[in-house]
């Protein structure tokens, strides 16, 4: 039945502690475009290169980090399906209504083992920029900045990597593409809800709610070598790369926005299907995995989160 | 749930005049891997960035052209389930028994309203080459030829792409990314059944069951330019690019094997999900809905198929 | 004694039929930047990785094609010893003061056997913008449109390319890097002063003084297909490419500017050295050694010129 | 008159542990061709794409390290005008006779204020694989490994670079591209013999004669990725990168050879012209310099030299 159930990241919502720079940021440094901003503040931004009114929300907070990280599901049906399963789960279930953020619909949303906030929603209003549909074009407006093409994914640190594991497989369908094992069991996790070769992650840590990365795909590698030129012309702070990942095969760099939140800007990866087998690295190949040309993990990789 | 019911195209088999120049087109040239020759003299390909026993079945024959497509699904109860479905939509459907073709469990298969043999499989034994899954390198050997990283999608001519159109996503839930509209009505369209822009695509033809081109992916517009340097070096038989197509955006050359069954080597392309729009192209921008840095097409587009 | 004399192609003025129209694409579409307009109309461009006050002048006409094209000398007095070299070659020499164009030192002038007309001086000023000598990063701006890193040479067709061997490689010290024999003898010649493949080049042609195009150097293979991106995206001209020239090796796109005259943008080509073999292309393989890819020539390439 | 007397580096000649080994690295790794061994076990490698006898030469020997880099001159009277100078300069110069490498003629050698031997030759043989120059392709046989396409340049340790400087603008007509200076004085200088930002450098070192890297040009930034992959499925050695350098430019990645040598594979940087103003960095911005991404040095980079 193709794609059904749980599609993609719709959204993610990170707390910044200056919106006049992130803003910045995230428009003239990463490529995005802002849609709008709420009474409330928040600040709704998206690629030109996606339909959905938005993908990616600004907070102003005095911490940096995530509040949540929403997917979007086919169907209206599906919420109430999946609300479901997630309450058989163990998990209590709120609502959000409609319009809480501009342009989405209602969303339904809970708290998982790691102490993330998933939402789920199956409507988003279109807004512009996005993609021409009548006789299209490659791009309506030349793309800008790093070139993002979408908010695709985030890597979260927290506790229960394990149960984690467990509920995203089986309350909401997702697939294990990639693992790090080590004696103690399972280190890290590699989450498909299509055909992507990651859309959630975790890696183990003992505090919860953490995020270690919400990542904007790119076009190519070229794109990254122009990202990583952006950085050093603005003198951002690069975290690590341009290199690749051992896990997705994804070409990256890690860099800081200017609250601290850890950003990614990748490209390239296999493509996942659901009868692939799941790719597993153990711990003393840990290096590799994450950082596949210099083989030995930064220090900042497994300490620096907000 | 993720992706279910049909995945995507697990086989094509074509016929090829000279089994020895075409294997050696599609080793030595395209990229792939011989993994075997059956009894019958066919032999079967693969890429090695593939999981599968094979993608792609040479057939020798007097006719170059395709014989059948073959989709893998997820379970083998999908096997059934698309059996009804099939025969409730109002095509006989044959089987064929496991080893029919070697490492491939049992198929079913139905001819279209274009003419075309379409087949559904389950089960494929994995063969080597295929990707490591313990501490996986990015390959196993440095890829070589053209680089082809899998046997992608097939565009195939022929009559009452309408009701191809009506059958592909009724019965087996495939969407329609992309088409070409004339005052005759449907003249072209791109199908998914996943997150690729297309995995199927037909174009209006008065002969029916042909094929006009069988496309491999490779990975960038600098794998696109090194197919050409290939293409020359080699004296292949050029149609034209490199290129981009409007359609699905992705970067291409078309080009023949040595029996004049049309190849594409392509890249790029954009991410499809369920919920997007489908794009629409009118018989004013045809041209550049195919090849869209020339604008026009050639000669070659609309009569040259095998 | 490293580079002398003739360092390179300093800059070249072609006549256009719409200013404005002309400004916007070599500014918007091509990349380079509008450093001034002179008191007769005249307008001087460069690209911002340029360090000399201009690289392209476009003077108003009522008829498409080339006034000039001017090389740079290292020193004042080659302008003495080149100008005695060419009188004794046969050639009268003129004298354009300085000044004459806003930043050009003063400058000699000729008429070649082909009837073009050929210049040399020998300073510049430099003007913004331009690369940063203290601390540079890699660029001061980030390239935009086509991201032309220079005009880099320029293709004429006339008479007596035989001729034209003749003076430049005895008079001015060019190499002959590259070249087409027919039966009658040269037909097209690819001439460098530096480590270029070529500075200037020259096909047979019974009209004198013609031009076939001016090209600028992009940075890869990327850029040459965001380059056809262009082209499309604002519905421009395109003669032909993306493709790879046989001579030279050159990636590359043939098209026009609003006024008729032929652009080229390309990149790569090998790098050449004075003890380099000429490499020769016969008449069999004329189409190869033009349009690598196509292996064929276009109608426009032997009969379009300004 | 053009490029006239030192045109580029000819050869490096270093000093290996296990020659099977580095053999091994620099054909199969780097991508070099093995033209020959000598009679003293000496062994001569070359681009395919260099038309001269051999650009690189491995000595077996107890200690890793540089004996010589020789630099071919246009013309064999080059020699004499070049010895001539160098005398008078102050170095006294000895001569090596043709033959003493194969295929390689007379050269005359001197040792610099950094303790390094260079040398000068004007003839060498051409030997296969090279170049095509009749209706020649983009290549004869596709490119492996890294796809080395040059021996480009070397980085010498040691002390006195002031005096180099002044010897090699003075005595062989190099240009300074650009130099650190420190409140000491100049750090580092790159000095071109041609067009390109450097064919050798030094950087300021107590030690006498030592290596830093030997350099190797490479198409592009893709080919640059591609290296890194090959580095990381063989298990070499990584020093840094992919990065930039702000220094030139150039894309690259350094590692070393099985004897702990260090390589580097590069990309891209600016044209360089004798009429360009030198290129500076001060201390504060050292980093930046070298590693344009990173904008730190690491530990390696002022430390481990052969």
Redesign the interface.
Known sequence: ????????PGFIQLRVLDMAAAVEHYTNRIGLHQVTEGPDGRVYLKSA?E?DHHSFVLRRASEAGVDLMAF?V?NDSDLDMFERRIVEYGFPVDHVPAGEQPGVGRRIGWTIASGHRIELFSHADQSDPK?????????LE?PHGMRAR?FDHALFYGPHVDKNLDFFTKAL???LAEQVETPDGVFAIWL?????AHDIAFVKYPEPNKLHHAAFEL????DI?HA??????YDMS?DL????H?IT?G?TIYFFDPSGNRNEVFC?G??Y??????????EA?IG??IF????VLNEAFLSVVT
């Not at 993609?131 to 791009?139: D, K, L, S, T």
């Not at 990583?228 to 012309?233: P, Q, V």
């Not at 790369?241 to 690749?244: A, V």
């Open positions: 039945m193709a794609q059904t159930g749980v599609l993609r290169d339909f979007k086919l993609p021409a549909i009548e006789n299209p074009g490659v791009w030349c979408r369908d997702f697939r498909s809800c299509g055909m992507k076009e190519n590698w070229n070598g990583a030129d952006i950085l050093t012309h690069l790369g341009p290199t690749r051992g095969r070409q390239g296999y493509t299907y659901p009868d692939h087998p799941t790719r597993t690295w153990d190949h590799k995995a596949y040309y210099e083989r």
